[in-house]
C-alpha cells in the first residue's frame, strides 16, 4: 500500500510568520510531487508542484523535495489568515494497475492568527 | 469558463436510487480522473479515462460504480443502487495529458458534486 503521510494539525502561526508544511511519503519510485490548498467545502486548488530534488519558488511559496529521504514539504512565507486552509500533499504513485496515480494524503489543517 | 466543469453541484439521491455524476475537463485536456473524499478522509483515486477508453480503474469498487468518457460529451460517473456510505464529495480532474508513467501533468480540480442519500 502506497502511503502519504502528513501531521494532521491544526498548525497555527501568526500573520507574517512563515508556515512549515511536511510530507513523507512510501514509493521510492515516484517522480512527480504537487501541494493543493483546498478550503472548508471547496476543492482542491493546485498551488505547486515539484519534479527535482532542491527548492522551488512561487511568490511566497517554496517547494523543497529531498527524494533520499522521501520528504516534500512546503513553505509560506509572510503568511495571511487567507492561508488559513487545508494542505494536501500530493505524490504519483504506482496504481497497481498499470499506471501510477496520485496518491493525497489526508491534510495539514492551517489556522493563520492575525 | 475554462475551467474543469461539474454537475450537479448537490444531489440528494434516496437509497437504491442511481446517481449520474457528470464531467467536463479543462479545455485542451483529454484525460479525466475522479475522486472521491469522504468526511474527514483524505482524496481517494477512484478511476482515470480518456476519450472512449478506460486507463485505470483500480480504484473504483467492484460493484455498482461504472465509468465512460464518450467521444462526444462529459466523462460521467455512474452509482447504481445508492447507499449511505455512498454519500460523500466527489471531484473529478483533468490533465492536459497522462500519468503513463511516474511522471506526471499536473491536474486540475473541478468545483465537485455532494451526493448525499437519505
Known amino acids: 500500500q502506497k502511503e502519504v503521510e502528513q501531521n494532521s494539525g491544526p498548525l497555527s502561526v501568526p500573520e507574517g510568520a512563515i508556515a512549515s508544511l511536511n510530507c513523507t511519503y512510501s514509493?521510492?519510485?515516484?517522480?512527480?510531487f504537487f501541494w493543493y490548498r483546498q478550503y472548508s467545502g471547496k476543492s482542491p486548488e493546485l498551488i505547486m508542484f515539484?519534479?527535482?530534488?532542491g527548492d522551488k519558488e512561487d511568490g511566497r511559496f517554496t517547494a523543497q523535495l529531498n527524494k533520499a529521504s522521501q520528504y516534500v514539504s512546503l513553505l509560506i512565507r509572510d503568511s495571511q489568515p487567507s492561508d488559513s486552509a487545508t494542505y494536501l500533499c500530493a505524490v504519483n504513485t504506482y496504481s497497481g494497475a498499470g499506471s501510477y496515480q496520485l496518491t493525497f494524503g489526508k491534510g495539514t489543517k492551517l489556522s493563520v492568527i492575525p | 469558463n475554462a475551467g474543469v466543469m461539474q454537475n450537479p453541484r448537490h444531489l440528494v439521491r434516496r437509497r437504491g436510487q442511481e446517481a449520474r455524476l457528470r464531467c467536463s475537463p479543462m479545455k485542451g485536456h483529454s484525460h479525466v480522473y475522479w475522486y472521491r473524499q469522504l468526511p474527514e478522509e483524505g482524496l481517494k483515486f477512484m478511476v482515470y479515462?480518456?476519450?472512449?477508453?478506460?486507463?485505470?480503474e483500480s480504484g473504483m469498487p467492484k460493484e455498482r460504480f461504472s465509468a465512460e468518457f464518450p467521444k462526444e460529451g462529459p466523462s460521467i460517473l455512474r452509482i447504481q443502487q445508492v447507499v449511505r456510505g455512498d454519500s460523500a464529495a466527489y471531484f473529478c480532474a483533468s490533465s492536459y495529458a497522462g500519468t503513463s508513467g511516474p511522471s506526471s501533468y499536473e491536474q486540475y480540480f473541478g468545483p465537485g458534486t455532494r451526493l448525499t442519500v437519505t
Open positions: 515539484i519534479y527535482s530534488n
Open positions: 479515462l480518456q476519450k472512449e477508453n478506460i486507463i485505470d
Open positions: 514509493d521510492r519510485g515516484s517522480q512527480s
